[in-house]
Protein backbone atom coordinates (compact mmCIF):
# COMPACT_ATOMS: atom_id res chain seq x y z
CA UNK A 1 0.00 0.00 0.00
CA UNK A 2 1.07 3.74 -0.46
CA UNK A 3 -0.49 4.95 2.64
CA UNK A 4 1.07 3.59 6.31
CA UNK A 5 -0.77 2.55 8.69
CA UNK A 6 0.82 4.12 11.71
CA UNK A 7 3.50 7.22 11.89
CA UNK A 8 4.62 7.78 14.98
CA UNK A 9 3.81 11.32 16.41
CA UNK A 10 6.98 13.71 17.39
CA UNK A 11 7.64 14.01 21.19
CA UNK A 12 7.03 17.42 23.09
CA UNK A 13 9.99 19.29 24.12
CA UNK A 14 7.62 20.21 26.76
CA UNK A 15 4.65 18.38 27.96
CA UNK A 16 1.48 20.91 27.37
CA UNK A 17 3.70 23.56 24.90
CA UNK A 18 1.22 25.77 22.44
CA UNK A 19 2.82 25.20 18.88
CA UNK A 20 0.81 28.39 17.80
CA UNK A 21 3.28 30.24 20.25
CA UNK A 22 6.79 27.89 20.17
CA UNK A 23 9.38 28.39 17.36
CA UNK A 24 9.95 24.90 16.01
CA UNK A 25 13.37 24.39 17.86
CA UNK A 26 11.39 24.62 21.22
CA UNK A 27 8.59 22.32 20.17
CA UNK A 28 10.45 19.36 19.39
CA UNK A 29 12.17 17.01 21.99
CA UNK A 30 15.44 17.21 21.03
CA UNK A 31 16.74 13.76 22.16
CA UNK A 32 13.63 12.47 19.83
CA UNK A 33 14.70 14.54 17.26
CA UNK A 34 18.34 13.07 17.33
CA UNK A 35 16.31 9.55 17.50
CA UNK A 36 14.61 9.64 14.20
CA UNK A 37 17.67 11.22 12.36
CA UNK A 38 19.83 8.54 13.50
CA UNK A 39 17.38 5.39 12.41
CA UNK A 40 16.20 8.06 9.08
CA UNK A 41 19.12 9.46 7.72
CA UNK A 42 17.23 12.67 7.75
CA UNK A 43 19.74 15.79 8.83
CA UNK A 44 18.39 16.90 12.75
CA UNK A 45 17.18 20.22 12.02
CA UNK A 46 14.86 18.99 9.10
CA UNK A 47 13.56 16.52 11.67
CA UNK A 48 13.19 19.16 14.09
CA UNK A 49 11.28 21.45 11.19
CA UNK A 50 8.22 18.32 10.25
CA UNK A 51 7.70 16.93 13.71
CA UNK A 52 7.12 21.05 14.21
CA UNK A 53 4.60 21.48 11.39
CA UNK A 54 3.04 18.13 12.22
CA UNK A 55 2.70 19.30 15.94
CA UNK A 56 1.07 22.53 15.40
CA UNK A 57 -1.33 21.38 12.50
CA UNK A 58 -2.31 18.59 14.97
CA UNK A 59 -3.45 21.52 17.37
CA UNK A 60 -4.55 23.51 15.10
CA UNK A 61 -6.71 20.84 12.86
CA UNK A 62 -6.43 17.76 15.05
CA UNK A 63 -8.53 15.86 12.42
CA UNK A 64 -6.05 16.31 9.30
CA UNK A 65 -3.65 13.53 10.14
CA UNK A 66 -0.94 14.99 8.13
CA UNK A 67 2.04 13.27 10.09
CA UNK A 68 5.98 14.54 10.00
CA UNK A 69 6.71 10.95 7.64
CA UNK A 70 4.44 12.42 4.70
CA UNK A 71 6.28 15.99 5.23
CA UNK A 72 9.41 14.18 5.18
CA UNK A 73 9.08 12.32 2.02
CA UNK A 74 8.30 15.68 0.05
CA UNK A 75 11.17 17.20 1.43
CA UNK A 76 13.04 14.21 0.46
CA UNK A 77 11.77 14.68 -3.07
CA UNK A 78 11.73 17.92 -3.51
CA UNK A 79 14.90 19.20 -2.53
CA UNK A 80 16.81 16.07 -0.20
CA UNK A 81 15.66 17.82 2.53
CA UNK A 82 17.35 21.34 1.39
CA UNK A 83 20.76 19.89 -0.12
CA UNK A 84 20.22 19.73 -3.52
CA UNK A 85 22.42 21.01 -6.11
CA UNK A 86 24.86 21.98 -3.20
CA UNK A 87 22.93 24.06 -0.43
CA UNK A 88 23.02 23.59 2.74
CA UNK A 89 20.72 23.24 5.64
CA UNK A 90 21.98 25.23 8.44
CA UNK A 91 21.84 25.20 12.00
CA UNK A 92 19.39 28.21 12.16
CA UNK A 93 16.84 26.01 9.71
CA UNK A 94 17.87 28.50 6.34
CA UNK A 95 18.94 27.10 3.32
CA UNK A 96 21.70 28.69 1.69
CA UNK A 97 22.35 29.24 -1.22
CA UNK A 98 18.40 29.17 -2.26
CA UNK A 99 17.02 26.43 -4.14
CA UNK A 100 15.43 27.55 -7.11
CA UNK A 101 13.37 25.21 -9.99
CA UNK A 102 13.10 25.82 -13.19
CA UNK A 103 12.00 29.07 -15.07
CA UNK A 104 8.21 28.16 -15.60
CA UNK A 105 8.29 29.35 -19.06
CA UNK A 106 6.31 26.57 -20.93
CA UNK A 107 9.48 24.74 -21.78
CA UNK A 108 9.02 21.40 -20.45
CA UNK A 109 7.27 22.79 -17.80
CA UNK A 110 4.30 24.84 -17.26
CA UNK A 111 4.08 28.53 -17.91
CA UNK A 112 3.35 30.98 -14.92
CA UNK A 113 4.40 33.99 -15.99
CA UNK A 114 6.00 36.43 -12.58
CA UNK A 115 3.68 36.56 -9.63
CA UNK A 116 5.99 38.22 -7.17
CA UNK A 117 8.18 40.50 -9.03
CA UNK A 118 11.12 38.45 -8.59
CA UNK A 119 10.91 39.40 -4.92
CA UNK A 120 11.34 35.66 -3.58
CA UNK A 121 12.69 33.34 -7.11
CA UNK A 122 14.79 36.23 -8.50
CA UNK A 123 12.93 35.82 -11.50
CA UNK A 124 10.67 39.12 -12.68
CA UNK A 125 9.80 37.21 -16.46
CA UNK A 126 8.86 33.72 -15.01
CA UNK A 127 8.01 32.37 -11.65
CA UNK A 128 10.16 29.40 -10.23
CA UNK A 129 9.60 26.85 -7.37
CA UNK A 130 11.72 28.54 -4.32
CA UNK A 131 13.13 26.34 -1.10
CA UNK A 132 13.33 23.13 0.42
CA UNK A 133 9.69 22.35 -0.34
CA UNK A 134 9.48 24.45 -3.50
CA UNK A 135 7.05 26.75 -3.08
CA UNK A 136 5.68 28.69 -6.38
CA UNK A 137 5.60 32.62 -4.87
CA UNK A 138 2.00 32.43 -5.96
CA UNK A 139 1.07 29.87 -3.37
CA UNK A 140 3.93 30.98 -0.83
CA UNK A 141 2.16 34.31 -0.87
CA UNK A 142 -1.41 32.56 0.38
CA UNK A 143 0.05 30.12 2.77
CA UNK A 144 3.31 31.00 3.80
CA UNK A 145 4.17 30.80 6.73
CA UNK A 146 6.21 31.53 10.44
CA UNK A 147 7.25 28.18 11.78
CA UNK A 148 10.03 29.59 13.66
CA UNK A 149 8.31 32.52 15.25
CA UNK A 150 10.80 35.31 13.88
CA UNK A 151 8.14 37.35 12.89
CA UNK A 152 8.65 36.64 8.68
CA UNK A 153 7.79 33.81 6.41
CA UNK A 154 10.29 32.58 4.72
CA UNK A 155 10.47 29.97 1.83
CA UNK A 156 14.31 29.60 1.94
CA UNK A 157 13.08 28.80 5.88
CA UNK A 158 12.71 24.92 6.43
CA UNK A 159 10.59 25.56 9.27
CA UNK A 160 8.34 28.21 7.55
CA UNK A 161 7.98 26.09 4.61
CA UNK A 162 7.04 22.96 6.56
CA UNK A 163 4.08 24.61 8.45
CA UNK A 164 2.98 25.74 5.17
CA UNK A 165 3.21 22.91 3.20
CA UNK A 166 1.27 21.17 6.27
CA UNK A 167 -1.79 23.69 6.01
CA UNK A 168 -1.64 23.55 2.22
CA UNK A 169 -1.80 19.27 2.30
CA UNK A 170 -4.49 19.73 5.22
CA UNK A 171 -6.51 22.87 3.40
CA UNK A 172 -8.95 20.06 1.99
CA UNK A 173 -9.88 18.07 5.18
CA UNK A 174 -8.60 14.89 6.88
CA UNK A 175 -5.74 12.57 5.10
CA UNK A 176 -6.48 9.37 7.00
CA UNK A 177 -7.36 7.71 3.83
CA UNK A 178 -5.00 6.59 1.16
CA UNK A 179 -7.47 8.50 -1.23
CA UNK A 180 -7.62 11.88 0.27
CA UNK A 181 -4.05 11.58 1.39
CA UNK A 182 -3.01 10.68 -2.18
CA UNK A 183 -5.41 13.36 -3.43
CA UNK A 184 -3.89 16.26 -1.32
CA UNK A 185 -0.31 15.07 -2.41
CA UNK A 186 -1.52 15.72 -6.20
CA UNK A 187 -2.25 18.95 -5.49
CA UNK A 188 1.15 19.40 -4.51
CA UNK A 189 2.59 18.18 -7.39
CA UNK A 190 -0.04 16.57 -10.29
CA UNK A 191 2.17 13.60 -11.52
CA UNK A 192 1.72 9.71 -10.33
CA UNK A 193 4.96 9.13 -10.32
CA UNK A 194 5.43 12.13 -7.32
CA UNK A 195 2.64 10.89 -5.43
CA UNK A 196 4.20 7.54 -5.56
CA UNK A 197 7.95 8.43 -4.97
CA UNK A 198 6.65 10.70 -1.90
CA UNK A 199 4.72 7.77 -0.23
CA UNK A 200 7.56 5.68 -0.89
CA UNK A 201 10.04 7.69 0.78
CA UNK A 202 7.28 8.60 3.75
CA UNK A 203 6.87 4.87 4.31
CA UNK A 204 10.78 4.24 4.47
CA UNK A 205 10.92 6.83 7.18
CA UNK A 206 7.36 4.84 8.83
CA UNK A 207 9.35 1.94 8.97
CA UNK A 208 12.91 2.93 10.07
CA UNK A 209 11.26 4.17 13.82
CA UNK A 210 8.73 1.81 13.96
CA UNK A 211 10.58 0.36 17.14
CA UNK A 212 8.99 3.69 18.98
CA UNK A 213 5.38 1.71 18.32
CA UNK A 214 4.01 5.14 17.49
CA UNK A 215 0.50 5.63 17.99
CA UNK A 216 -2.13 6.36 14.72
CA UNK A 217 -2.56 9.69 14.21
CA UNK A 218 -6.17 10.30 14.88
Not at 57 to 78: D, K, M, N, S
Not at 86 to 109: C, D, F
Not at 135 to 155: L, M, Q
Not at 177 to 194: G, K, Q
Request: glycine share 10%; with cysteine.
Amino acid sequence: SSRWATTPPPALAVAGADPSRAPAVDLVDGEWASRVAAATGIPRRAVIAYAAADLTVAHEQPACAIGWTTLAGIGWVESHHGSYGGAMLVKSGLVTPRILGPRLNGEGVGAIEDTDGGSLDGDDQWDRAVGPLQFIPETWRRWGADGNADGTRDPNHIDDAALAAARYLCRSGPLESETAWRDAVFTYNPLTRYIDDVATRANEYARSVSPEKGRPRR
